[in-house]
């Protein structure tokens, strides 16, 4: 049979979501990834890019639209928005949908096969839940437009609001381009929003080019004219160092009644009632297995240290980043924690042999095999791994499983609107 072609067009049925915008169905056996396709759908749809074992098409025609599909709740969604990539899908079916790619990804990069069921959290609040977004700026005297790029292109579609950020991040949206327009800072390209689910306050991040120090004559009064934005950093290329040039130096939020603070780069889950299901799953563990010492490898500011270090003995926060370290330990201060000890640095560097409990928090990369290694040392009872990447959560459990087994899996629907989702795995010591 001939390989399909970019422009031919093909009738197709699509039977699964994948962990991306696309929707998987078969053209004369291949793999194919239909753009914004739901599972169960039939759709006359037309190849845009073929790759060795993949085709990708996009939808001309939905002939037999799925139960699941419905309305996308904000208008930049069929426009392109490249925000959130799986609001065509109910909510019901976007948690069956990241329960079936879990599934796969154990099964099929995990080599794991008996698993135990997954307890599925569905979001407490599908809209609405964001408490930080990125977007790209586009400002060319005097106007100024904001917003994502466009799913798999440079392109940016501008937007004033984000069905899925917090209110006050949409308020503060609506004051940006006069703030930029004010400050003359026309150079600015990205700009990162942070809000407090718990005080309404947000922190603006203005980027500019790497190597571009914009001389910005800027002090708290400015903030006067702009109620709806508290602080403001300003940063030199996208991986650059915020420096504060108004307002208040960090956020606070209340997690599961203990308080943090929250800087301009620190990580913070971006969505507060999704991280109190993360927490109460970590307390239930704790509470179970009652660690003497638990180590928290990917600490943050604390926000599982925190929480197990009220039922361990002792805990210990690494983190590579000093800034969350630094604050770390002022959050274990503030709510009178004395029992935890934050220090920069990984696992494999750690001089610490023994622990019953470790907690692994990963970016989307997974963990570093030194880490993993390590963690073979230390050889805990327990491991709770917390995952926002069903991928390499499944290629680091093909590792652990020659020495742990999976004894429960949760699954935390805390990105609705998107594909993206977190796993909490129990591993226990063979
Ligand atoms: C997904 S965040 C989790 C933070 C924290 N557990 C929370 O939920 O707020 C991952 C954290 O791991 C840190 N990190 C990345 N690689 C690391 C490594 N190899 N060892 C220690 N920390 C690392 C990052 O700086 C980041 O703060």
Not at 85 to 114: C, F, N, P, T, Y
Not at 190 to 200: K, P
Request: net charge neutral; proline share 6%; glycine share 8%.
């Amino acid at each position: 049979m001939t390989k399909p072609d970019i422009g031919d067009q093909y009738e197709i049925q699509l039977t699964d979501l994948s962990y991306s915008a696309a929707a998987v169905g078969r053209i004369n056996g291949i793999v194919t990834f239909v753009h914004r396709g739901g599972p169960g759908e039939t759709a006359q749809v037309e190849i845009t890019r073929v790759q060795k074992r993949h085709l990708h098409a996009r939808i001309n025609e939905i002939i037999s639209p799925s139960a699941d599909r419905c309305p996308p709740p904000c208008s930049y969604f069929d426009n392109g928005c490249g925000g959130c990539q799986w609001q065509h899908i109910k909510v019901d079916a976007q948690l069956d949908a990241k329960e079936q790619v879990l599934i796969e990804a154990l099964s099929r990069i995990g080599g794991l096969s008996s698993l135990p069921d997954i307890v599925r959290h569905p979001p407490l609040q599908p809209l609405a839940y964001r408490n930080h977004i990125r977007l790209a700026v586009t400002a060319v005297q005097p106007q100024v437009e904001f917003g994502f790029k466009q799913e798999g292109s440079h392109d940016v579609l501008p937007i004033d609001r984000c069905e899925i950020a917090l209110p006050p991040i949409n308020r503060a949206l609506s004051q940006i381009a006069d703030l930029i327009k004010d400050l003359r800072c026309f150079r600015v390209v990205e700009l990162t929003l942070r809000t407090s689910a718990t005080t309404g306050e947000v922190m603006l991040i203005l980027i500019f080019p790497k190597g571009y120090k914009p001389r910005l004559r800027v002090t708290d009064s400015v903030l006067q004219n702009y109620p709806a934005i508290h602080s403001i950093y300003i940063q030199s290329g996208v991986r650059g160092q915020p420096f504060q040039i108004a307002g208040r130096e960090t956020l606070s939020e209340t997690v599961s009644g203990l308080y943090f603070e929250i800087g301009p780069d620190t990580f913070f889950q971006n969505n507060l009632a999704g991280l109190e299901q993360l927490v109460g799953i970590v307390q239930r563990h704790t509470q179970v297995n009652r660690p003497t010492v638990a180590i928290d490898a990917h600490c943050g500011v604390g926000a599982f240290t925190l929480p197990v270090a009220e039922t361990a003995k002792a805990a210990f926060g690494l983190d590579l980043q000093a800034e969350a370290i630094a604050l770390a330990t002022r959050n274990a201060k503030t709510n009178d924690i004395r029992n935890a000890d934050f220090r920069a640095g990984h696992l494999a560097k750690l001089g610490i042999v023994k622990a019953d409990l470790v907690l692994l928090n990963p970016p989307r990369g997974g963990c570093w095999s030194e880490d993993l290694e390590a963690l073979d040392r230390i050889a805990p009872q327990h491991i709770l791994y917390i995952s926002c990447d069903p991928t390499t959560l499944a290629r680091d459990l093909s590792k652990l499983s020659a020495r742990y087994e999976v004894g429960s899996l949760d699954l935390v629907d805390l990105f609705p609107m998107t594909y993206h989702f977190e796993t909490v795995v129990g591993l226990r010591r063979l």
